[in-house]
C-alpha cells in the first residue's frame, strides 16, 4: 500500500508538469492544445507498454515542438511529421537499427541542445514582452525583440518575469514540491481576479479522434528528411532520458527504445497531437518523488484523461506568459555551459564541434544545424576510425606480446616482426597498416613480417585487396608476411581470396618459434 501510495504521489506530479506543457508545446507547435492532451495519454500508455524504462513518461517537449513548429504547413504539416518520424522509428527499432545511438558524437548533441534551447527562449521571450518577430535566426528574432522596446507589454513582462522567479524559487528550497503546477495554480487565480492579459484561449473537451492530414504523395516524399532529423531528435533526448533514469543493473535496450517512442508518436499523429519523446521534466519529477515502476505511467495516462475530460476549462485562465516561463525552466538543463567549458578547456576538437552545431542551429535554423551535428558525428567516426595505430609487438617476462614503443624492457622476436593494428580494418584505414608495414621494410633486418588482425572480426574486399598489395610488397623486398589470430569471418573471407595461401598462425608464440 505504502509503495502504490509512493507511486501515485509520482504519477500526480509527473501529470502536474506534463499537462501545462503538453498545451505549452501544442501552441508552439501550432496545433489545438486539446488535440495535445488528447494525445498525451496514449503516448504515455504507448511507451509504457512498449518502452524499455519503466521510469519514462513520453510526452510532448520543446524540442519538438520548434522542430514541428519550424516546418510551415500549419496543423496537417505538424501530424504529418508525427505520423512519419513514428513510423521510421518504428521500422527501425524493429530492424534492430538502436545502434545508430553510438554515432552521434556527444558534443554534437550538446552543442545542438544549446542550440535549440537558446532558440526556444528566445521564442518564449517574444511571448512574454507579447511581441511578434519575424522568421528568421536567433539574431533577427533577437534584433526584432530588442528593437521593439517602447511596445512591450509591461503586465505581461511582470507576469513572465514573476513566474520564472517563483519557479526557481520553489525549485531551489522545495525541489520535491511540484513547483510547475503552484505557479500555474497561482497564475490561474491571479488571472481570474485581476483579469490579466494576455492568456490562453479556450480549450474545448476532447477525446481522441482520427485527425489525418490531407497530404498527397509528393508531400509525404518531400517530408521525409525533416521527418528523419525529427526522428533523430526524438531517439537521442528519448535514449539520453532512459539511460540517465537507469538502474545500474537494467541492461539498456535501444531497439525497443525505438519501437515505443515510435508507436507513440503515431498515435500522437493519429490523433492530431505534436511529435512526442520522453519528458526530461516529467520523467525527472516522477523519479525524484519516488516512482519506480511502470504504475507511474500507467496512472499518468489515465489521470491525463481525467484532465483532458474534466480540467480543460482551468487552462483558460492561465497567461501566456506564464506559459511561456514555465517552457524556458524545461529548457534550462540544456542552456548549461559547464559540457561547453570543460570542451574548451580539455579538448579543443570537441569544443569547436559543439559551437558549430550550436551556431548550425542558431543561424541556420533548426534541420540544418540538426545535419551538421550528424555530419560532423559521422566526421569523428570516421576520422578516428580511419586515424589507425599500428604498434610493434615484443615478447614480456609472463610471455604476453605488448607495444614495444610503451614498453621499454621487452624481448625481441629474433626473425619475426609482429605488426598489430589497435583497430578494424576497414577500406578507410587499411594504408595506415600499409604505412607502417613499408616502414619496417625500410629498417629491414626480419625475414618474416607477422600481421595480428585480433582486433579486425571480418575483413571487406577493400581490406583484402590492401593486404594482398601489402603481401606483394614484403614479398618484392625478400621476406614473407604471415597472419595470426584470425576470427572466423576473417579466416573464412581471406580463405575466399588471393591470400588463402598466405599462412596463418593461431597465436603468436607459434608464428615466432616458426619464424
Do not use: K
Not at 533577437?142 to 519557479?167: F, M, N, Q
Request: proline share 5%; aromatic share 6%; net charge neutral.
Amino acid at each position: 500500500m505504502a509503495t502504490f501510495r509512493t507511486e501515485l504521489v509520482a504519477a500526480l506530479t509527473a501529470v502536474a508538469l506534463l499537462a501545462p506543457e503538453t498545451v505549452a508545446f501544442a501552441l508552439i507547435a501550432g496545433v489545438p492544445p486539446e488535440r495535445g492532451l488528447a494525445a498525451a495519454p496514449l503516448c504515455v500508455l504507448a511507451y509504457a507498454l512498449l518502452g524499455r524504462s519503466p521510469r519514462v513518461i513520453a510526452g510532448a517537449t520543446a524540442a519538438t515542438a520548434v522542430i514541428c513548429a519550424a516546418a510551415p504547413g500549419g496543423p496537417d504539416r505538424v501530424v504529418a511529421l508525427a505520423l512519419s518520424a513514428g513510423a521510421i522509428l518504428l521500422v527501425t527499432g524493429l530492424l534492430r537499427g538502436g545502434f545508430a545511438a553510438r554515432f552521434l558524437a556527444p558534443e554534437a548533441l550538446r552543442g545542438f541542445l544549446f542550440g535549440l534551447a537558446v532558440v526556444i527562449v528566445v521564442r518564449q521571450t517574444a511571448v512574454l514582452v507579447d511581441v511578434t518577430t519575424r522568421t528568421g535566426d536567433v539574431f533577427l528574432r533577437t534584433w526584432d525583440i530588442l528593437v521593439s522596446v517602447p511596445r512591450w507589454h509591461v503586465e505581461a513582462l511582470i507576469t513572465g518575469l514573476v513566474a520564472l522567479g517563483a519557479l526557481g524559487a520553489l525549485e531551489r528550497s522545495l525541489p520535491r514540491v511540484p513547483a510547475t503546477l503552484i505557479v500555474l495554480l497561482a497564475a490561474g487565480v491571479a488571472t481570474a481576479r485581476l483579469h490579466l492579459e494576455p492568456h490562453v484561449a479556450a480549450v474545448r473537451t476532447a477525446l481522441p479522434g482520427l485527425h489525418l492530414p490531407r497530404f498527397g504523395a509528393h508531400d509525404w516524399l518531400a517530408l521525409t528528411p525533416t521527418a528523419a532529423g525529427l526522428a533523430l531528435v526524438i531517439f537521442a533526448l528519448g535514449h539520453g532520458v532512459a539511460e540517465r533514469l537507469r538502474d545500474d543493473d537494467a541492461l539498456p535496450d535501444p531497439d525497443r527504445e525505438m519501437t515505443g517512442l515510435g508507436v507513440a508518436n503515431l498515435l500522437a499523429g493519429l490523433v492530431g497531437g505534436v511529435a512526442v519523446t520522453a519528458s526530461p521534466s516529467a520523467s525527472s519529477a516522477a523519479a525524484q518523488a519516488g516512482g519506480r515502476t511502470r504504475i507511474v505511467p500507467l496512472v499518468s495516462a489515465a489521470l491525463l484523461v481525467v484532465v483532458a475530460l474534466a480540467l480543460t476549462p482551468v487552462f483558460a485562465f492561465l497567461p501566456e506568459p506564464v506559459l511561456a516561463a514555465v517552457v524556458i525552466m524545461a529548457v534550462r538543463p540544456f542552456l548549461s555551459i559547464r559540457p561547453l567549458r570543460a570542451y574548451l578547456r580539455r579538448d579543443h576538437r570537441a569544443f569547436a564541434v559543439a559551437a558549430s552545431a550550436a551556431l548550425g542551429v542558431m543561424v541556420l535554423t533548426l534541420i540544418p544545424g540538426l545535419l551538421i551535428a550528424v555530419a560532423l558525428s559521422l566526421g569523428i567516426f570516421v576520422a578516428d576510425s580511419s586515424r589507425l595505430r599500428v604498434s610493434r609487438l615484443g615478447r614480456a617476462v609472463d610471455g604476453a606480446y605488448l607495444a614495444v614503443n610503451r614498453f621499454g624492457d621487452l624481448a625481441g622476436t629474433a626473425g619475426v616482426t609482429i605488426l598489430r593494428p589497435d583497430g578494424q580494418l576497414f577500406f578507410a584505414n587499411v594504408a595506415r597498416l600499409a604505412d607502417a608495414v613499408d616502414a619496417e621494410l625500410a629498417r629491414g633486418g626480419d625475414t618474416t613480417i607477422v600481421l595480428d588482425l585480433m582486433a579486425s572480426f571480418d575483413l571487406g574486399l577493400d581490406v583484402l585487396d590492401g593486404l594482398d598489395a601489402i603481401r606483394r610488397r614484403v614479398e618484392r623486398h625478400g621476406r614473407r608476411i604471415a597472419f595470426a589470430h584470425l576470427y572466423l569471418g576473417a579466416r573464412e573471407a581471406i580463405g575466399r581470396s588471393g591470400l588463402a595461401d598466405v599462412t596463418v598462425y593461431a597465436t603468436l608464440d607459434a608464428a615466432v618459434a616458426d619464424g
